[in-house]
Every structure is written in C-alpha cells, then in structure tokens.
Nanobody
Framework: QVHVVESGGGLVQAGGSLRLSCATS????????MGWYRQAPGNQRELIAS???????DYADSVKGRFTISGDRAKGTVYLQMNSLKPEDTGVYYC????????????????WGQGTQVTVSS
C-alpha cells in the first residue's frame, strides 16, 4: 500500500508565495516520476509540474518562471514552490507519484494524494 499526502495549501493574496509538500509512505520500491496537478473549479485536472528520477523537470506554460518543483526520490518527497501567485492559480493541488512497490517491483502505477486547496485572492 502506498500513501501520498499533500500539505501547505492555504489562502494567499495575489503576488504572494506558498510552498506545497508531498510525502509518501508505504511499500514503495522505486519512484519514476513525481508531479503536481491542479484542478480549478469547473476544469479538468491539469499537470503543473513534474520531475523524473533523472532530475528532469517540466512545467506548464502558465507557471513557468513562477513555480519550482523539487524532490528527494530517496525520501519520497516532492515540493512545489509557488511564487508570484495569481488568482487563476486557485484550485486543488494534487501530488501524483508514479512508482513501483516492493510487491511488484517491475510494475509501475500512479498514486494520488487527496489534494490541498490553494486560494489566491485578488
């Protein structure tokens, strides 16, 4: 069983910053990628930022230059530093880990957290 838990959301004024954290626990064997997704009201969940096991990062165009993803694959943690926040960044932020488990070390699956709310006021 793999557990993913996000934290760090909250209410912030436009222009402010927040740092989201994601911690994993359970029988993880190898983490392949870790990512942050955002779901705004009425919208589909979208990929915001991701980091691979090799350290390559990717960002949605809407957050490039403002958000930074970092992770510690050995510890199973990933962070999202969000600066210069805008009202359109409001939404529920989800952490997703693509990993294998000790029980199935050669089979990778997605594991999601429950999400953390980020609200940016204008």
């Amino acid at each position: 069983q793999v557990h993913v838990v996000e934290s760090g959301g909250g209410l912030v004024q436009a222009g402010g910053s927040l740092r989201l954290s994601c911690a994993t626990s359970g029988s993880i064997f190898t983490i392949r990628t870790m990512g942050w997704y955002r779901q705004a009201p009425g919208n589909q969940r979208e990929l915001i930022a991701s980091v691979t096991s090799g350290g390559r990062t990717d960002y949605a165009d809407s957050v490039k230059g403002r958000f930074t993803i970092s992770g510690d694959r050995a510890k199973g943690t990933v962070y999202l530093q969000m600066n210069s926040l805008k009202p359109e960044d409001t939404g529920v932020y989800y952490c997703k880990v693509y990993a294998s488990t000790a029980r199935s070390p050669y089979s990778n699956n997605d594991y999601w957290g429950q999400g953390t709310q980020v609200t940016v006021s204008s």
